[in-house]
């Protein structure tokens, strides 16, 4: 005889069948899951979710479970769940992509965020918060796109989405349609001062002088009345292409970046595996054959002593950068391991698999920098040195590689980390594999061919307002002569120098504009065709200042008052030429009118320079190798010791007595 089915529970006048009894038993479960949450008994949550999650994959359980992920700070896993949540149907699905891509810029999973965007691209491109992370993504992995965004963030109510449609802009390659969006955005909003700082950034770029000296009184006036707060959100290294108080100049872009409280301490206080080799890891995305900064740094890094120095290059440089590079060369410096698209905790891990000693930023705060993966647990050791001429705020760093020169012990109050002091120059420079200038005619760079020629091959930014009413007291004085420059036509760049000198009596055609030389030996051989070479501030020359003197140009400069408006003085003096830093602006000028009516006296200079090039240190790249591996040492058996990083001085090896190369050409 069959069973008769049971027959169905009744609650409220409602007969309830199997599936609701189920349906009310997870919605029990999910209210006791968020009253847990509620009181923070997070893991309590995930064992009730564990089970949900078995039986009923409802986008409210995930974002629950992403919910309490995050406040366990477990952000990748948070990124997962409030992924899987927004890829079911629900009237909150967006909010949860939003979220899952909010977490994945966080963790710098940059490709995990664009992945859920190019899904909802017609959602992303109007709503402005997830316009924001598809920008911030897109630009950190410098990638094209950022622009279809831009009108989205522009036309937004909310200021911070008005003030990342211009920080999205990478402003060293803007468009002009992004340059006018600049321009537009902060016309609009004049009072906005952290607009402002694009703005004038953007200016200078340009050599707007008329805006420079409109805004630079107001810049003086506010941070002589203590009104730093604009500055904390200034890129820092737009900062120090300007501002010369080095109180400003450590705090600028302070907003930034979050350096997590007691992580120094934490990070000192980790076991560690020291070996008989001191491993040293340099983290840039400048480790390329082209860049300026190899340029500067190969010779040291191929003059390591093996036998005591373990090198691994932590490279962020892109894919479409590395095609044009040289991998036999690279091969040369260490082992390289490709950082770009890890994300943070990814190449912290990296570091640590490597059990790396001594972790050596060569960036600071400039473009594609990783150096937040310094504010983890990664290394006993934190260095930062040569890419950026500056303290580098917020950042978990124990020491700054200089020399006295750039960074006076009067400067110490102004900086975060502890200073490294090189003996001869905190810059680096390669004798071997760059080539020596080649005797050719003027008239091939269109120069004159009798004429007195004063030159500078800075980038063009460098050319400041104090700078440009130095060269034309300089030019006044100098009847006859001409001024050599390079200088991009972008945005009227060019045409603004010119109305500058112009303005002032200077005749149009006394200013030689070349265009950058793509073959380096070219380049290097236009440098020797000119008579005197001037400096900018303040924002001195480093790798330019090096090639004008290693082509035997003389070069002028003249006190600076932080590091960037130091650095030729420190290069000058370890070439041998000190004379040739001024003390005042005044002496600058005046030196140079000196040398411009006394012509044997830079023949002697030139002479000078080609007999120092190959003894005095400046291009000593073994001999600053031997000073850089002491003064590792030196930071390693502190942190052996359990001593926390102090100041110190490398100590100079005995003064060469005969030359380290003999080449000729």
Known sequence: MSKEAAP?????????????????????????AQKSFDKAEYYHVLGILNRLLDVDKDPRHYALLGATLVKLRMKTEAAQAFQLAG????????????????????????????????KILNEALADPDM?????????????????????????????????????????????????????????????DKILRNYYLTIMRDVNNYEVIDKYDPILEEEIAAGRIEPFLDEISLYNIRWCTNEKVNAIAGAARVRKPAGITARRHAMPHNWGDKIRVGYLSADLWTDHAVMKAFRGVLEAHDRSKFDITLFCNASEKTLKDSNAAVRENWGRIVSIRNMTDDEAVEAVKAANIDILVDLQGHTAETRVP?????????????????????????????????????????????????????FFPNDAIHRSLPRKIDRSMCRMPQNAFIFSCFHTHWKISRTTLDLWIRILKATPGSYLFLICKETFGS???????????GIASERILFG???????????????????????????????????????????????????????????????????????????????????????????????????????LFDAERFCRHLETGYEMMVDRAKAKLKPDHFAVPALPPREAPFSTRTA
């Open 87 to 118: 890829e079911q149907e629900s009237r909150h699905r967006l909010k949860y992509l939003r979220e899952a891509m909010r977490l994945h810029f966080a963790n710098n999973d940059d490709i995990s965020l664009l992945r859920i965007g190019a």
């Open 515 to 617: 265009d950058r030389v793509l073959d380096y030996s070219a380049y290097l051989d236009r440098i020797a065709l000119t008579d005197l070479g001037l400096d900018t501030y303040p924002y001195n020359g480093h790798t330019t200042t090096s090639e004008k003197l290693w082509c035997g140009l003389p070069m002028l400069t003249f006190k600076g008052v932080n590091f960037a408006s130091r650095v030729s003085e420190s290069l000058l003096n370890a070439v041998g030429l000190p004379e040739m830093v001024c003390d005042t602006t005044d002496d600058y000028v005046n030196r140079a009118v000196h040398y411009f009516k006394n012509r044997e006296e830079l023949q002697e200079i030139r002479t000078r320079l080609e007999e120092n090039r190959f003894i005095k240190p």
């Open 494 to 504: 060019r045409k603004n120098l010119l109305k500058g000198f112009t303005d002032a």
């Open 131 to 191: 316009a924001m992370l598809m920008s911030g993504a897109l630009m950190r992995q410098e990638m094209d796109g950022i622009e279809a965004f831009q009108k989205t963030l522009a036309e937004s109510d909310n200021a911070e989405h008005r003030r990342f449609s211009i920080r999205s802009i990478r402003l060293a390659t803007r468009t002009e349609a992004e340059h006018k969006l600049i321009v537009d955005t902060f016309e609009r909003e004049p009072e």
């Open 373 to 425: 993966i310094m504010n983890q647990l990664t290394a006993p050791v934190h260095v930062t040195w040569l890419g950026y001429p500056g303290t580098v705020v917020n950042v978990d760093i124990d020491y700054l590689i200089a020399d006295r020169t750039v960074v006076p012990e009067t400067s110490f109050p102004n900086y975060y980390e502890k200073i490294c002091w090189m003996p001869e120059t």
């Open 8 to 32: 169905p529970l009744r609650l409220c006048g409602y007969d309830l069948e199997c599936e609701d009894l189920k349906s009310l038993k997870t919605q029990r479960e999910y209210v006791a």
